[in-house]
């Protein structure tokens, strides 16, 4: 390929260790340990038809099986119960206007001051603050905005229905061997 002055261009592009593409949308990160825990987190999510699976939510007989079934679960479920634990908090903020306004504040704030530290640096009282030291004044500041949200009582909340939500399918849902021996007892019943 040539330019518009006649020069032969050439060469390969090489995308930064930062770029990945992560389902249609590219992301940068720098640390090496959350790009290998956002892969291995995308690539353990189970197929949705098999978590909602209701053929397999059965409640058990007695309360014995119930902790080895909830291990087990989590451990096979472990991405998908993130992915649940992610959709009640977006549930959470979307439900709670005030809520939803303290956040967009909050990063309304640190994007001005982003785009203030381009043009140049941001002096108080004769003093260059950092970028860090301007978004922890916009941390410290939004607190009692936060405060008046609800933002307390909205953690508590998303922590609490998280984890029944959690504990109720992982309980509920019957692992592979229950799976088998149910199977196994049919045929016994359908051979008498």
């Known amino acids: 390929m040539t330019d518009h002055f006649g020069s032969k261009l050439e ?15 590219s992301i940068s990160l ?3 340990n959350a790009r290998e825990w956002i892969t291995k987190t995308r690539e353990g999510v189970k197929p949705w038809t098999e978590f909602f699976n209701f053929n397999k939510f059965k409640v058990p007989k007695s309360v014995a099986p119930v902790p080895k079934r909830v291990v087990r679960n989590i451990e096979q479920f472990q991405s998908n119960y993130l992915f649940v634990f992610g959709g009640l908090i977006v549930f959470c903020i979307l439900t709670s206007p005030l809520l939803l306004v303290a956040i967009a504040a909050c990063l309304g704030a640190c994007y001005i001051i982003s785009l203030k530290n381009q043009e140049r640096k941001v002096r108080v009282l004769g ?3 950092s970028l860090a030291q301007q978004y922890a004044a916009v941390g410290l500041c939004s607190f009692p905005l936060f405060s008046l949200a609800g933002a307390g009582s909205a953690v508590f909340w998303v922590i609490g229905a998280s984890f029944f939500v959690i504990m109720l399918h992982a309980s509920m849902y019957m692992t592979a061997e229950e799976a088998e021996m149910i199977e196994l007892e049919m045929e016994e019943v359908q051979t008498l």
């Open 11 to 25: 060469g390969n592009i090489d995308i930064p260790e930062g770029e990945q593409n992560f389902k249609g949308m």
């Open 127 to 129: 003093r260059e603050l």
């Open 30 to 32: 720098a640390n090496v």
